[in-house]
């Protein structure tokens, strides 16, 4: 955190001022994270009453979140949180990927109350292999709440997901919870681009692992699975909220990263009919929101590394992330929850490793107020 | 000298004679095969020959359109074309004379005086000799070479000892922002450069050995990373 005054300079500052103030900066030392937004939220309002202008840095970031007036507030129906991107590299627990993992899941074993469940977001594995796979799966068996899990193209193009789908079963399923109806697809699916090239099984890895590498194909979901989709959406009533986990984003937004779903606009059809449809998706390692029609686009953060925003194809709701300080590891990577309200809708709270908190509520969504650019 | 002797040597000149007559005579009935063919050779009959790339042109004086030119004469118009066209990518005109003596014109200028193999006597506009396109292939290629190493390294995990590369964070070389160094970097206390930030994140994110400022990868790097921002303008200092 960028602080201008060391805690000394604000304690003498702030005593001058205000004793409550002296109390609340005492407080700080040694506490948890919760305590700590509670109290940097009170100055918060304490500097906006004042007049004063905080450093950034102590201003909670949101995206208008409801809750400001009282009774207005969405009700919550159940929330659960998330772990994303790992990208984890099977050279033990002292390796940086396998620490931010670890961090998140104690971040996730920290709420209170526990989340209803943990989607992994993808690409728990970086190279697809066994040993970086079992890695993933020991960190995640430290939740303490159910893992729902997802796959993404790290984890499958070494061995076409056959390891996978050995330790974490089918790449696609579908459940019910709590009212809402939740889809989790393999949206890497990508056209053969090894067999006519002899490419070896650590070739065809190391090709799909590369974001920029153009010899892969583009991320689809592929006719047989919108067939599945389309069958598994036909039991379900209109009125149901629907959530859709989704590796790649399921619009298009910039092709030569692969932040790209070729048949998007098949899928999101399928999703039209719905009261309520709402797509979590991992790949992109940034603060990423969008919306077509009745469908949110939620991205989700990466535990390993955050990725720029792509030069063109940016959906204007997102509110955009300052750039990263490659000084800090953690800083632009993180984990979060999803609130579902009741109606199926969802607020999405990003937890910024290093950074203020960011909240994507789906009452500004619908406003379709802009994101903004980068502060500086 | 016996009489038989001499004999032999008057008829061996002879012979020589009627041989070299014989030749001059071939050349000649050569000359008088073609219809306008009784004048003798003289200046003011001449062929061009042109270079392949229709930019050289050496006047032949003395020869007829139609006619092949004899070998000894043909090489030293095809030397002469050779070098023209080394030298230089200008438009230029020589003449050869019957006695093999050149002049030309580069560009239209007055004619002046050229001994082949020699420097071209004619000073160009631009203060030296043009470059061909040839030679733009040839820096092309090199410079393609190095950025293409680049590209290697920056998308290989070699340089760092944890699996790390750059291409990571930067997919095509993205945020990595070289037209804003030089610049006060914080976290360095100092003046950073492109390639200081470049060794800071093979140090840190990669954690790996920091390259010497003349190694060839740290070269190539710099040079990929620049190469990908071609047209932005230059801000260095900007945060």
């Known amino acids: 955190m960028a ?69 207005a507030a969405p009700e919550v129906a159940f929330r659960f949180a998330y772990v994303s991107d790992t990208h984890l590299y099977a050279r033990g627990m002292t390796h940086r990927f396998a620490k931010a993992a670890l961090k998140a899941v104690q971040d ?63 790449d696609r399923y579908s459940f019910d919870h709590k009212g809402v109806h939740f889809v989790t697809l393999n949206s890497v699916v990508e056209k053969d681009f090894w067999t006519a090239k002899g490419y070896t099984p650590e070739q065809r890895m190391a090709i799909v692992a590369g974001l920029d590498d153009g010899r892969q194909s583009r991320f689809e979901v592929g006719e047989e699975q919108r067939d599945w989709l389309r069958q598994d959406l036909a039991k379900v009533d209109k009125k149901t909220p629907v959530i859709v986990f989704s590796h790649s984003p399921l619009y298009h937004y910039y092709e030569p990263w692969n932040f790209w779903t070729v048949d998007a606009a098949e899928v999101q059809a399928l999703l039209f009919p719905f009261a309520s449809a709402t797509v979590i998706h991992g790949h992109t390692h940034q603060l990423l929101t969008n919306r077509i029609k009745n469908i949110a686009f939620h991205g989700l953060l990466s535990t390993a590394w955050p990725w720029p925003y792509a030069p063109t194809g940016l959906p204007k709701l997102t509110l955009q992330m300052d750039r990263p300080d490659p000084f800090d590891q953690f800083d632009g990577c993180g984990d979060g929850t999803l609130d579902v309200l009741k109606g199926g809708h969802v607020d999405a709270h990003y937890n910024l490793w290093d950074r203020n908190p960011v909240t994507v509520s789906y009452a500004e969504l619908v406003k379709g107020i802009q994101g903004g650019g980068p502060s500086y | 000298m016996t009489s038989l002797r001499v004999l032999g040597v008057i008829t061996a000149l002879g012979l020589a004679a009627a041989a070299a007559l014989h030749a001059g005579a071939r050349l000649v009935s050569d000359r008088e095969a073609s219809p306008a063919a009784a004048a003798p050779a003289d200046g003011f009959t001449t062929r061009t020959v042109y270079a392949c790339d229709h930019r050289k042109a050496v006047v032949v004086e003395g020869a007829r359109a139609g006619e092949r030119l004899p070998p000894a004469k043909a090489q030293r118009v095809a030397d002469l074309l050779t070098d023209l066209m080394r030298f ?58 190095l950025v293409k190493e680049g590209d290697r390294l920056f998308h290989n995990d070699e340089l760092g000892t944890n699996g790390l590369a750059c291409a990571m964070c930067h997919p095509n070389a993205s945020n990595t922002h070289p037209e804003t160094y030089p610049k006060f970097q914080i976290e360095m206390k100092n003046v950073a450069l492109l390639r200081d930030m470049v060794n800071w994140c093979i140090q840190n994110p990669l954690e790996g050995k920091k390259l010497a400022d003349d190694d060839p990868r740290l070269r190539s790097l710099e040079a990929y990373i620049l ?13």
């Open chain 1, 3 to 71: 602080i201008h005054l060391t805690p000394k300079e604000l304690e003498r500052e702030l005593r001058e001022r205000s004793p409550e103030s002296e109390r609340l900066i005492r407080s700080l030392y040694n506490c948890d994270r919760r305590h700590f937004l509670k109290v940097s939220a009170k100055f918060a309002a304490m500097a906006a009453a004042a007049g004063a202008v905080m450093p950034h840095a102590f201003q909670l970031v949101e995206v208008a979140h409801a809750a400001t007036t009282p009774g």
């Open chain 2, 88 to 145: 230089c990518n200008e438009e230029v005109t020589a003449h050869i004379s019957t006695t093999d003596v050149v002049t030309l014109s580069v560009n239209g200028l007055p004619f002046v005086e050229y001994v082949p193999g020699g420097p071209l006597p004619v000073e160009l506009v631009k203060g030296k000799s043009d470059y061909t396109d040839r030679d733009r292939q040839i820096w092309k290629a090199e410079l393609d070479k």
């Open chain 1, 108 to 170: 996730v074993n920290a709420l209170d109350p526990q989340p209803d469940f943990v989607l992994f977001g993808g690409d728990l594995a970086q190279l697809g292999r066994a040993d970086e796979l079992g890695l993933g799966q020991q960190i995640l068996k430290e939740l303490r709440a159910p893992a729902k899990m997802m796959v993404g193209e790290h984890d499958w193009y070494f061995d076409m997901g056959e390891k996978w789908r050995e330790m974490f079963g089918p």
């Open chain 2, 227 to 239: 190469s990908q921002r071609t047209g932005v303008a230059l801000a260095p200092g900007k945060h």
